[in-house]
């Protein structure tokens, strides 16, 4: 019996852990433009023109959804921001959490004013 309890601790430990922590999305993302770039009759990977506070930009997903992502506004938060000789060059990955609580990483590929 102790076991069994100690068992479904753990797992209910990992699910908690496993659930995206919403207060950890703080960046408003609104996708106004979405586009699956294809490669031998699937998707290679989504394009999305956004706005990140207040400036246009363009992403590219990580992952191969085969799909569009529905247009609107999102939650993100900053994963990755790594700055090349000074603070002019970056390499930012954001992620994005989505309505049914997945979450999907997206590459800053451009900026526009």
Not at 7 to 12: E, T
Not at 66 to 85: C, F, R
Request: aromatic share 12%.
């Amino acid at each position: 019996m102790k076991y069994r309890v100690t068992a479904a601790l753990f797992l209910l430990t990992a699910l908690i852990w496993a659930v995206p922590n919403d207060n950890a999305f703080n960046i408003n993302i609104h996708v106004s433009a979405t586009q699956m770039v294809r490669y031998d009759n699937s998707a290679y990977y989504q394009k999305l023109t956004v706005t990140i506070e207040g400036k246009k930009c363009e992403l590219q997903s990580i992952d191969r959804p085969n799909a569009l992502l529905t247009l609107g506004d999102y939650k993100a938060k900053l994963v990755k921001d790594q700055h090349g000789a000074g603070e002019y060059d970056s390499w930012r990955i954001y992620e994005l959490l989505l309505p049914d609580k997945k979450t999907r990483k997206f590459l800053l590929l451009g900026q526009f004013e």
